[in-house]
């Protein structure tokens, strides 16, 4: 059965101090491997997806990687704003024409000014 | 663009009773996924769409179903609601890979 674990649950930083969450899956076959912005109350907002191990994508203070079992979501000199929770979610290849997310529970990351 | 938009924002219903949940798509995405979040977790699968055909179903009861329309929007719905079944409730649309969330509805069920 495919699998996500995200870590740590919940993340503390002040302002400027740059971090790294992780997210590690199992999966039958990856289609791709997808990392989502949740505000409080809202839906996940998409912002990278990653294909394959060595894969890199960055977004301002954000970098996405990926290894043949985990991802991580490195923050960069984080600002107040970019509090909030991370999901990351994979999609199996063979699915019967399903594309199925399957989630972790996310990391709460909150950044004190 | 228009991104997802969900209809109510905001739902309260009794045990026992049904609702219905709707969904329109990003323009030109065919693909309508639903997904249920309870607090503190991530979101679950419950149904994809495609080009109206059922393409996937989660692990939930049979309370639960779903359809699409030919223009692409779609409905949940859900029968004989329960306590357990007060949740965020989120649609998804997708053109290739990637799948791209509406704000989603709110059911509390008391």
């Known amino acids: 059965e495919d699998q996500v674990t995200q870590s740590p649950e919940a993340l503390r930083l002040q302002e400027g101090e740059s971090s790294s969450l992780n997210c590690s899956y199992t999966?039958?076959?990856?289609?791709?491997l997808f990392w989502y912005r949740q505000d409080p109350g809202k839906g996940p907002e998409f912002l990278f997806t990653?294909?394959?191990a060595g894969e890199e994508k960055e977004k301002e203070r954000l970098k996405a990687t990926l290894t043949k079992k985990e991802s991580f979501l490195h923050i960069t000199a984080p600002k107040p704003e970019d509090s909030a929770t991370y999901l990351c979610?994979?999609?199996?290849?063979?699915?019967?024409?399903?594309?199925?997310?399957?989630f972790g529970k996310g990391t709460k990351l909150t950044v004190n000014p | 663009d228009a991104g997802v938009t969900q209809s109510p924002t905001h739902l309260i219903k009794t045990r026992g009773q049904h609702v219905t949940l709707r969904c329109s798509p990003i323009?030109?995405?065919?693909?309508v996924s639903w997904y249920q979040q309870v607090l503190g977790q991530g979101p679950q699968f419950i149904f994809q769409?495609?080009?109206?055909?059922?393409?996937g179903r989660g692990n939930f009861p049979d309370r639960f179903s779903a359809r699409q329309f030919p223009n692409y929007s779609s409905e949940l719905n859900v029968n004989a609601l329960l306590l357990g079944d007060s949740a965020l409730y989120l649609c998804?649309?997708?053109?290739?890979?990637?799948?791209?969330f509406g704000p989603g509805t709110r059911l509390t069920v008391l």
């Open positions: 979610a994979v999609q199996a290849r063979n699915q019967g024409g399903s594309e199925k997310l399957v």
């Open positions: 769409y495609y080009e109206k055909e059922e393409r």
């Open positions: 998804a649309s997708s053109l290739a890979v990637e799948q791209f």
């Open positions: 990653l294909y394959s």
């Open positions: 999966v039958s076959g990856l289609r791709g």
């Open positions: 323009s030109g995405h065919k693909s």
